[in-house]
């Protein structure tokens, strides 16, 4: 399976600011993709990251509010901008599609540890 | 999208089998199965995939009819370490790689000794 990493693994922030996530896949995947779990909830899809091009967004999320970048094969930041108290959540990225040899082979989606957001 | 549901805890004990259904009534042609594992303060593990019929691993079988609208993840003979979260996701598009990811609410499994 592809390894993903996150950081920071977890932040608390102030009202009005804005903070960076980063994701990180240990090899090139076709597509990434950003959730968010509030507490005690399931996983909402916010977004799918595409490399070269503007990410495309779930119903209820905006491109202002989480502005994401795709710069590569392997990595892919989410910004949560203006924060609010109402954005305290766990922030997950995920990456599906990848094979050996050039090949796309695996069409699993695997997950990153989470990055948790506090904004006070 | 497709909406899931899947039942909100279980129970069981040691060394028993556990099923654990999710519905999909209007799940889409091309989407997948899948289903996860979540342990506190961790991100989801796959545990299994499938599109129809029966997929077995060496953790967990996945069985879904013909008409696709409902799955079955079955874990044999479950031990405490396997008291976790497991949520369905449908979505992912056969042979292409589109989104419409949509999670279930997830089971809570409590395993007793």
């Known amino acids: 399976s592809a390894v993903i990493s996150q950081k920071p693994s977890r932040d608390i922030c102030q009202r009005g600011t804005s903070l960076t996530i980063q994701c990180q896949v240990d090899?090139?995947?076709?597509?990434m993709f950003w959730y968010r779990q509030q507490p005690g909830q399931s996983l909402t899809l916010i977004a799918t990251?595409?490399?070269?091009?503007?990410?495309?967004?779930e119903s209820g999320f905006v491109i202002d509010k989480f502005p994401i970048s795709r710069p590569n094969l392997t990595f892919s930041t989410l910004t949560v901008s203006n924060m609010s108290p109402e954005d305290s959540s766990i922030y997950l990225c995920s990456a599906r599609g990848w094979g050996t040899s050039g090949a796309i082979v695996r069409n699993e989606q695997f997950f990153g540890p989470g990055t948790r957001l506090t904004v006070l | 999208l497709a909406k899931t549901t899947q039942p909100i805890s279980m129970d069981s004990y040691e060394g028993q089998e556990v099923n654990i259904t999710c519905s999909h009534n209007n799940i889409a042609t091309n989407d997948y199965i899948t289903w996860y594992q979540q342990f506190p303060s961790q991100g989801p593990r796959f545990i299994i995939q499938g599109y129809k019929t029966k997929v077995t691993n060496e953790v967990a079988s996945l069985f879904i009819p013909a008409d696709r609208k409902s799955s079955t993840l079955s874990l044999p003979r479950v031990s405490l370490s396997d008291t976790a979260v497991y949520y369905c996701?449908?979505?992912?598009?056969?042979?292409?790689?589109?989104?419409?990811?949509?999670f279930g609410p997830g089971t809570r499994l409590s395993v007793l000794p």
């Open positions: 990251a595409n490399q070269g091009s503007e990410a495309t967004y």
């Open positions: 996701l449908v979505g992912g598009g056969r042979g292409n790689y589109g989104q419409n990811f949509v």
């Open positions: 090899s090139q995947v076709t597509m």
